[in-house]
């Protein structure tokens, strides 16, 4: 069993950053992509972001231009950097780890993010 750490998370006014790191357990070039997905209060689990093994991303619309994930394959961590941060992105973030051969994603236990003055 892979576990995924996330650290990060806390109180930040809104135009401000945060950066999220994401620790697994294994190597994870294991994994066909890494991401980071969002609930926000009232609302169903998101996709934020993710990177594939081959180094592509892709973002929700939402987040575009603001939100960077990115990965160090050396350091089995995962990263999702997050700037001019809004109200609206106030949400518990989780890591994600999604598995070949269909097999069901790891998760990590998340990490909340609070946007407010």
């Known amino acids: 069993q892979v576990q995924l750490v996330e650290s990060g998370g806390g109180l930040v006014q809104p135009g401000g950053s945060l950066k999220l790191s994401c620790a697994a357990s294994e190597s994870i070039v294991q994994f066909k992509s890494m991401g980071w997905y969002r609930q926000r209060l009232g609302s169903q689990r998101e996709l934020v972001g993710r990177v594939t093994g081959y180094g592509v991303t892709n973002y929700a619309d939402s987040v575009k231009g603001r939100f960077t994930v990115a990965k160090d394959n050396a350091m089995n961590t995962v990263y999702l950097q997050m700037d001019n941060l809004k109200v609206e992105d106030t949400a518990v973030y989780y890591c994600?780890?999604?598995?070949?051969?269909?097999?069901?994603?790891?998760w990590g236990q998340g990490t909340q993010v609070t946007v407010s003055s």
């Open positions: 994600n780890a999604e598995r070949y051969s269909f097999r069901p994603p790891y």
